[in-house]
């Protein structure tokens, strides 16, 4: 695959929740706030000493993002060039790995890059799963610095959003 600049940045359309085939009548209610209702919350202590605890469903805590924000990332901080790859998915993943490491570089800070169950995003860039927030939770000064970097990185698409609690797509389509 050809891997100019203009391939390279070829834009991917957004997804227009609308026609999506996920509804947001039918998705659980996430909350927008960081604390977890009850039902959410892992209590490693049962799951080590109670046979029979079932860890409850994992949720993920950041900000929605397509991959054409991932592109945009990319090219406006201009991160390094891809290698000559054999797909647009390829080049995709690539980039987006770019970025994540970029940011994860940033922050001082590990986030990960999951597939939200959402009508309106493609990718959810995590602070925090609701199984180990217990261990990772930043200070809040420095989960503030980590927010900054994030909206400020990504510009106005991140930036407009508050941090919010995400379901995972896989765990709804298995």
């Known amino acids: ?3 100019s600049d203009e391939d390279i940045y070829q834009p991917c359309p957004r997804r227009n929740p609308a026609n999506t085939w996920i509804k947001p009548e039918d998705l659980p209610k996430c909350s927008t706030e960081k604390t977890l209702p009850e039902e959410y919350r892992f209590n490693a202590r049962r ?3 109670e046979p029979g605890y079932i860890k409850p469903r994992i949720l993920f805590y950041g900000f929605g993002v397509d991959i054409q924000d991932f592109l945009d990332y990319h090219q406006r901080h201009q991160l390094p060039r ?3 790859l054999d797909n647009r998915a390829s080049l995709w993943h690539f980039i987006m790995d ?3 490491d970029d940011l ?3 922050c001082c800070f590990k986030l990960e890059r999951v597939l939200p169950l959402s009508p309106k995003y493609d990718y ?3 602070l925090y799963n609701s199984h180990h927030i217990s261990i990772t939770e ?3 000064d420095e989960e503030e610095d980590v927010i900054r970097i994030i909206k400020e990185r990504f510009g106005d698409v991140v930036a407009a959003q508050k941090p919010q609690w995400f379901f995972l797509l ?3 389509i298995h």
Do not use: C, G, K
């Open 1 to 3: 695959m050809n891997t």
């Open 47 to 49: 799951f080590r000493l």
């Open 82 to 84: 891809p290698p000559p």
């Open 98 to 100: 770019q970025v994540i």
């Open 104 to 106: 994860n570089a940033r």
């Open 124 to 126: 959810a860039i995590a």
């Open 138 to 140: 930043l200070e809040d």
């Open 170 to 172: 896989e765990d709804s």
